[in-house]
């Protein structure tokens, strides 16, 4: 089984509709993360948690928001999504012994009508 | 702040042909630096690292050395084969100020190796 799971795989929604991705790990790992993909932009950092209570926006946390319900847990949600949200998002994980190294999950191809 | 610059792609070619693909980073303190590849509708996946000034990484045949004096981290591999077609990214890690560290990546360079 993979060690960081995503759910959906593909999402395809209208404009203004609520969605919600989500990303189980089962890497033990303290630490997850939010990135979008964009093609020739790579990839950017949305949300990042370094434990169930810590939060933190990333570079283009605008328009998105997360949860993190577990150690294991940790959800993006798009309160009101727009066609410029359409993107290939990933969650990752790293260990704070480790902390340099992420681990990444298959991604959600999101696409937003 | 961290930036991470690579060589624009795409990049096409022959089986049994020479690599290389350039990375250069603007970096406070001292970087990690990592090769990270992205196989087709798969995540990404580390490749290789290097977490020192003159450390070499590889794996799977593929090398890069970390130079503190041309910021460079490039990735070379002498011989490529098809199963080596992927978008790969160079990316650093730096501290973000209290002990947060996180990755900054390149814009990724897809390789395609026809037979």
Redesign the interface.
């Known amino acids: 089984d993979a060690d ?1 799971t995503q759910t959906p795989r593909n999402r395809i929604t209208k404009t203004g509709k609520r969605i919600m991705l989500e990303c189980s790990q089962t890497k033990g790992h303290d630490r997850m993360y939010w990135y979008r993909q964009d093609p ?6 949305i949300y ?1 948690s ?1 434990d169930v209570k810590d939060i ?1 926006k ?1 570079e283009i946390s605008d328009g998105y928001s997360v949860s993190r319900q577990a150690q294991a847990k940790f959800s993006l949600s798009l309160e009101s999504a727009i066609p410029n949200q359409t993107a290939l998002y ?1 969650c ?1 994980t790293s260990d704070s012994g480790r ?9 959600t191809r999101l696409t937003v009508l | 702040g961290n930036s991470v610059t690579q060589m624009e792609g795409p990049v096409t070619l022959s089986e049994e042909a020479f690599l290389t693909i350039n990375c250069t980073y603007t970096a406070t303190g001292y970087p ?1 630096l ?1 090769w ?1 590849v992205q196989y087709p ?6 490749l290789l ?1 290097a ?1 020192k000034a003159d450390d070499k990484g590889s794996n799977k045949g593929f090398e890069a050395t970390y130079r503190k004096e041309t910021t460079s981290f490039h990735l070379e591999k002498g011989s490529v084969q098809v199963s080596d077609s992927a978008v790969y ?1 160079c990316a650093l ?1 730096a501290d973000s100020g209290a ?5 900054t ?4 360079t897809k390789l395609s190796v026809i037979p």
Do not use: C, I, M
């Open positions: 960081v020739g932009l790579g990839l950017r950092l990042y370094f933190n990333g990933f990752a902390r340099h190294e992420q681990f990444f999950g298959p991604g | 990690s990592f990270y509708g798969e995540g990404l996946q580390l690292k977490t990214f890690s002990g947060s560290y996180q990755l990546f390149g814009k990724g």
